[in-house]
């Protein structure tokens, strides 16, 4: 296949922050774009971010052409088994336990059949109409073609965006709807290439896997937390992987630690109370044995006044038998 150049555009400021001035800072061939890709770090957020890009009739141009994840019955059986690891994993560092999923970007949808298994309801959106379609055909999951396809009041648990910020034009505008789908206590989960790693990727041979032209923008742990931030988001956890040369991010809407701090506090009061009412358990064990022994003590006495009584009965009843018998002589 010969790779033509596609189309397009140059930015005047930053895809973040709108800032106009930026640094150069590389230079890389591309064959999808003509110019090879340039890449600038805005002087204001610290973005890092190419320039010129594909326009989106470019980027669309390029997705169709894509033929990743395109995979047999082995291979994709495989694929749904690690990604289960993936779930796992998210489930381990967020304390989340399956409930609604929306996987944006699900491509085949080998995330969500590995989430569904683990008992998630899952969503799927993805703007590959091919994908989509495999998606739906192979595992019977339900795929919108754009977040706003989504049904509303529906929020998700957990949303997943599995390599797939760094193919965004507008970051901040495609993750504050996201916000809007996330439910109070939901998680985000985010997974790039890290750029921190950019010269191990080139070092590797494996420059083409972060600096092509289907990314126009690059993440270190803190250009992304900043991104979510203006989306509305608290990153919360956040792994720079030197050995897989990847960035997880795990954000929240900031409702969710004012929820887990709550929690906390509920949780607080109830060792408090327990602690409390064990306390009272004891002294009402304490008053219980000394009534046990104020009983014994009076059973005793009854005893003795009985044996009194019984004596007593015992003298009048030989003082009357006297005086009878005095009577009867
Ligand atoms: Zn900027």
New binding site residues.
């Given amino acids: 296949m010969t790779i033509q150049a596609l189309p397009t555009e140059h930015l005047a400021g930053?895809p973040?922050?709108n800032?106009p001035q930026a640094n150069f800072v590389g230079h890389y061939p591309e064959a999808y774009l003509e110019e090879g890709l340039s890449l600038y770090q805005?002087t204001?957020?610290a973005?890092v971010y190419l320039n010129p890009r594909l326009s989106l009739l470019g980027t669309h141009m390029l997705e169709d052409q894509s033929l990743v994840y395109q995979y047999d019955e082995v291979t994709q059986a495989q694929a749904v088994q690690a990604r289960e690891g993936i779930i796992d994993w998210i489930e381990a560092m967020t304390e989340l336990t399956p409930g609604r999923m929306l996987d944006v970007g699900c491509n085949r949808g080998y995330l969500l059949a590995a989430a569904a298994r683990r008992g998630w309801q899952t969503t799927g959106v993805e703007l590959s109409q091919v994908a989509a379609a495999e998606a739906r055909k192979r595992f019977g999951l339900t795929i919108y073609s754009s977040l706003s396809d989504l049904p509303k009041n529906q929020p998700f648990d957990l949303i997943t965006c599995w390599h797939v910020v760094e193919h965004l034009h507008e970051p901040v505008q495609m993750l504050s709807q996201l916000a809007e789908s996330l439910s109070p206590t939901g998680v985000l989960a985010i997974q790039v290439p890290a750029y921190r790693f950019a010269d191990e990727y080139v070092r590797r041979g494996n420059s083409s896997h972060i600096f092509c032209a289907s990314h126009p923008v690059h993440y270190t742990a803190e250009t992304l937390s900043m991104v979510l931030a203006k989306a509305g988001f608290e990153t919360f956890y956040c792994d720079e992987s030197a050995e897989h040369l990847l960035l997880t991010i795990y954000a929240a809407k900031p409702s969710r630690q004012l929820y887990r701090e709550h929690l906390n506090e509920i949780h607080q009061k109830l060792i408090w109370f327990e602690r409390d009412h064990a306390t009272l358990a004891q002294q009402l064990q304490a008053m219980n044995t000394y009534v046990q022994r104020l009983e014994a003590t009076i059973e005793a006495k009854n005893q003795h006044i009985a044996q009194l009584e019984h004596r007593l009965q015992t003298i009048n009843n030989g003082h009357i038998m006297r005086l009878l018998n005095k009577l009867k002589r």
Wanted: charged residues 0%; glycine residues 0%.
């Fill in positions: 930053c973040v922050c800032h805005c204001a957020c973005i």
